[in-house]
């Protein structure tokens, strides 16, 4: 007699517009294992979780859960049914306390009035019980992104969820935390709760995962158990062919930087103030060779956006930008430009891309002013760069007149990547590049950044994933706290090291 | 037939000359015309069902009550006439508020920008020697209604893109200082005696339609629409066309992307902000240039208004905002033939039911179709 699995889904298809995001997909968790959902970017495993969870309705197929049939069910039923999703992005409320947010939907009223204290206690006697520490009564605002991570985990366990989804929970994790969310979710799994992890990163895949469902162009393509199985045989499965994973990727030493030319970027004592009006950045200076990429490793949140921002202008600072000589900081984002920066913006959602905008639009944003006749666009010229583009970076679906929101992540990246790449520039501001990127294309985005290095350029580099860092940086800069609290050589520089660092437990004299 | 599927076996060599992606936005396709104009239909269909329930509320036939709506607008030379007058006004305030919207500003002082720019033009024909032909006059007239207008327009502009002001609110306070000012003016020192109007245009009044078609005798249509239309199609030149526009869209949609893009925010904001005041002045010229050849106090009160209706119905592009001001003629128009049946406030009502319809119609019917479209390709 067999248990009843957890979860089973089978045949599932869901559509957005022209998308196919899940073509027949299966997935079969087994009740009290942590099952890990891995797959490139676009091949559906968020689609496929938003359908367990409720939040979209299968266009076919059938939904199990404890044996139970719940194809198409709400989002309320899936709660009610145990089911729980922790997003990518948190929603939580940042003006209420950590206990309100836990009970929000179902809280503890005594007559009227919301009852703090016994909100409180619940919170405190859930987060020992699972070793998800937070202090209940602060503010949600205070918090760090490995808190409120804790937070949105309490909240889903605490409406009662014995399935929980995690969808990319490290993204935005320092190592150290993320090693603490292995272990909450082992203690979850010995109280027999059940995790499904969506996740890219294939090291932890197999440190943490009892078994693991591949996903593929939106279709299940193996389900495999995690003993003995290696990153190579993962992300095979992945991209259907061998791939050079970032993480085992060999750092090649730059080929053209001299260190005796003049660098090509000079930032002295830069200060940046965040949106709050708190100093994020605090007197920084370094400098990048031509042929040099310098990369910033840190946990996000310590003044790398900041940074990044000031130094292609869309934040004022103080201080001084020198590139190739020019002064960066009088002018405005477009003559920076001109001047010949590049930028990679670490959001592409938010800065990179106009969603309702075509492909062949975004192909030309922020050079608009290159493609036109007059004072009217250049249509032909605009086609032109996006036939050629889209061609040179393997941009899917292959159409110009698409609108960017059409497209998955990677492409959507991809697209950003052609842009920023294919103009001259001497300086390039990578930020995140392969956030949110499959395998495949996270190989691909990495050998022009190396091209580009190669071809004489200055880069700069910042990047929450220490594997990319070690893998493309000739020198690496921690930032903690808005200061560079060490520079080092890519010699001198391991993960143990680089981890003290990024949690501030050390500063270089 | 999946689309991933049919394109990953595409060659990867030269661009294929089967599909050249440049000759695409010439000929809209089929789906995009038809979520272009089903959707609305739908909302109208709706909102006329809402109609007959309130004729039925007030005892009379629906049927006889709709047949004397169109036959008071559409049926005969005068109705229609009117129509088109009232149409003129409301494209021009349409545009104005619609350009707003692109760039992610609301404009509620269309109002008082529509009445400015009748003040400076009905100013400027004083000013003018008599005898002048109208066409020699005419890149005055525009030029003084568009600067009458587009001054109103620029002050929120710029109060918002210098200090942050939100437009909001300067231009509903505007409303109030200019229309009294232009009240103060008009009544105490530009007025003909015994009345509340300026004295006429020396030089370059349009002609009416009547003046050229018998059978429009008496209607106040002008040929002022033919500078809404010439409008229309250069608004949706500039937003589509050139790079300006391109940069205004790219604010209204996404202020972040914009910025990374190297586009200057606030010259956006305040430019769009002056340009739409300078459309909705124009319109002042339908009634100063095209009609009565003066100004007079309250020459169109709430079409201003109405142009924010006019842009949300008619989805901030010139097209579809030609079209709603030809609707919302009809049944502002519509509301005097009807009064003998039902109230003439029924029509207002009606004006709101299309409001309601269309903008929480429109999304849910287009995704319907998508919905449809796709269960068929499958």
């Keep these: 007699m067999t248990t009843t699995p957890a979860i089973e889904l089978t045949g599932i298809d869901k559509a957005f517009g022209a998308v196919q995001a899940n073509r027949g997909a299966s997935l079969e968790v087994v009740s009290g294992e942590i099952h890990a959902l891995v797959g490139e970017n676009g091949a559906g495993k968020s689609t496929l979780m938003r359908v367990l969870a409720g939040m979209y309705a299968p266009d076919a197929g059938t939904m199990l859960v404890n044996g139970r049939d719940v194809t198409g069910w709400s989002t309320a039923q899936s709660i009610a049914g145990g089911v729980g999703m922790v997003h990518q992005h948190f929603m939580l409320v940042p003006t209420l306390t950590v206990a309100e947010n836990v009970v929000l939907g179902s809280e503890i009223t005594n007559g009227l009035s919301l009852d703090r204290a016994a909100a409180e206690r619940a919170v405190r006697e859930l987060s020992e019980r699972t070793g998800l520490h937070v202090p209940p009564a602060a503010l949600v605002s205070h918090l760090s992104v490995g808190e409120a991570q804790r937070v949105e985990i309490l909240k889903t366990l605490y409406r009662g969820a014995r399935i929980l989804i995690l969808d990319e929970p490290t993204a935005v994790l320092s190592p150290p935390e993320v090693t603490e969310l292995w272990n909450v979710l082992r203690t979850l799994r010995a109280d027999g709760g059940t995790v499904v992890l969506i996740t890219h990163k294939l090291d932890e895949v197999i440190d943490v995962s009892d078994s693991i469902t591949v996903m593929r162009q939106g279709s299940t393509v193996e389900r495999m158990s995690s003993r003995g199985v290696t990153p190579q045989a993962i992300a095979r499965a992945m991209v259907g062919r061998d791939v050079a994973l970032a993480l085992d990727a060999e750092y090649v030493p730059t080929s053209s930087a001299d260190p005796s030319a003049s660098p090509i970027l000079r930032v002295q004592d830069l200060t940046v103030l965040d949106a709050r009006g708190a100093v994020a950045v605090q007197d920084v200076s370094f400098d990048i060779a031509p042929g040099e990429i310098l990369g910033i490793a840190g946990v996000e949140g310590n003044g790398q956006t900041e940074l990044v921002e000031a130094l292609a202008g869309l934040r004022a600072a103080r201080g001084s930008a020198m590139l190739d000589g020019r002064d960066l900081l009088s002018l405005d984002v477009r003559r920076r430009g001109d001047a010949g920066l590049s930028h990679i913006p670490e959001d592409r959602h938010e800065r990179g891309l106009l969603l309702e905008y075509s492909v062949a639009e975004n192909l030309i944003l922020g050079q608009q002013h290159r493609f036109t006749r007059g004072v009217s666009m250049d249509r032909e010229a605009i086609q032109r760069n996006a036939r050629a583009l889209i061609q040179r970076y393997d941009i899917r679906p292959a159409d110009a007149a698409l609108q960017a929101r059409a497209l998955s992540g990677g492409n959507q990246q991809k697209i950003v990547i052609a842009r920023e790449m294919s103009r001259d520039f001497k300086v390039l501001l990578a930020a995140q590049p392969t956030r949110g990127v499959d395998v495949g294309a996270i190989e691909f985005i990495h050998s022009r950044l190396r091209e580009a290095r190669d071809a004489g350029a200055g880069i700069l580099l910042v990047s929450a994933d220490l594997a990319e860092v070690l893998a493309l940086a000739d020198r690496i800069a921690v930032m903690y706290g808005g200061r560079f609290v060490a520079v080092m050589s890519r010699a001198d520089a391991t993960p143990a090291v680089l981890g003290g660092f990024m949690t501030g437990a050390e500063r270089a004299a | ?378």
């Design chain 2, 1 to 378: 037939m999946s689309m991933e599927r049919s394109l990953s076996t595409l060659p990867t060599d030269p661009p294929t000359p089967r599909t050249p992606p440049s000759a695409r936005p010439l000929l809209p396709s089929r789906a995009t015309l038809e979520e272009a104009i089903l959707p609305p239909l739908v909302a109208l269909m709706l909102a006329a069902v809402v109609g007959d329930l309130l004729i039925l509320s007030f005892g009379q036939s629906p049927s006889a009550v709709f047949h004397l709506l169109l036959e008071g607008t559409w049926g005969n030379a005068y109705g229609f006439g009117q129509v088109l007058y009232k149409a003129t006004t409301l494209v021009f305030t349409g545009l104005a508020v619609g350009l707003g919207l692109r760039a992610g500003l609301f404009n509620i002082g269309a109002e008082s920008q529509l009445a400015a720019g009748g003040f400076t033009a009905a100013m400027v024909g004083i000013l003018l020697p008599a005898g002048i032909p109208a066409l020699l006059c005419l890149p005055i007239y525009l030029i003084a209604a568009a600067l009458g207008g587009g001054v109103v327009g620029a002050v929120p502009g710029v109060l918002k893109a210098r200090f942050g002001a939100h437009e909001v609110i300067v231009t509903i306070m505007l409303n109030f200082v200019v229309l009294a000012l232009l009240n103060y003016l008009t009544s105490e020192k530009f007025h003909v005696p015994d009345t509340l109007h300026t004295a006429e245009l020396k030089s370059g009044a349009l002609p009416r339609l009547g003046d050229m078609f018998a059978a429009y005798h008496g209607s106040a249509a002008n040929v002022t629409i033919l500078l809404a239309l010439l409008a229309a199609f250069a608004l949706g030149w500039y937003l589509f066309r050139t790079r300006r526009g391109f940069e205004l869209r790219a604010v209204g949609l996404q202020p972040g992307a914009a910025e990374y893009a190297g586009v200057d925010v606030g010259g956006v904001t305040w430019r769009a902000l002056t340009i739409s005041g300078a459309l909705a002045g124009l319109g002042g010229l339908n009634f100063v240039l095209g009609y009565k050849h003066y100004y007079e106090e309250g020459f169109a009160t709430g079409a201003g208004f109405l142009g924010i209706a006019v842009a949300l119905v008619g989805r901030s592009h010139p097209v579809g905002i030609v079209l709603a001001a030809l609707l919302f003629a009809t049944l502002s128009q519509g509301g005097l033939a009807v009064n003998a049946l039902v109230p003439k406030q029924m029509v207002d009502v009606l004006q709101a039911v299309v409001i309601l319809a269309v903008s929480t119609s429109v999304p849910e019917v287009r995704r319907l179709l998508r919905s449809v479209r796709r269960s068929a390709d499958r």
